[in-house]
Nanobody
């Protein structure tokens, strides 16, 4: 089992920044990739934002490219998502995920952290 705990969400004005953290524990060696997904209000599906392997290969979706940066501290088993130039459409619940693919979610999810961007 892998446990994921997110933190760092909050309310920010458009153009501002936030940094999300996701701390992992448990049998983390079995899943190499850490990813951030988000679920916007009224949407049923969680969409990929960014992902990173233990060797620090990264992947970003178009909405995140150039504004968000995913990073990882393997010694602390923690992944970060630095979000800059936030827009109201970035408002969502952000979830951490542990997987074996940069582009597909795995079984393990965190509880989510709310990010609200006001205009």
């Amino acid at each position: 089992q892998v446990q994921l705990v997110e933190s760092g969400g909050g309310l920010v004005q458009a153009g501002g920044s936030l940094r999300l953290s996701c701390a992992a524990s448990g049998t983390t060696l079995k899943v190499d990739v850490r990813a951030w997904y988000r679920q916007a209000p009224g949407k049923q599906r969680r969409e990929l934002v960014a992902s990173i392997t233990s060797s620090l290969n990264t992947a970003y979706t178009d909405s995140a490219e150039g504004r968000f940066t995913i990073s990882r501290d393997n010694a602390k088993n923690t992944v970060y998502l630095q979000m800059n130039s936030l827009k109201p459409e970035d408002t969502a619940v952000y979830y951490c995920n542990a997987a074996n693919s940069l582009w597909r979610p795995g079984t393990y999810w965190g509880q989510g952290t709310q990010v609200t961007v006001s205009s």
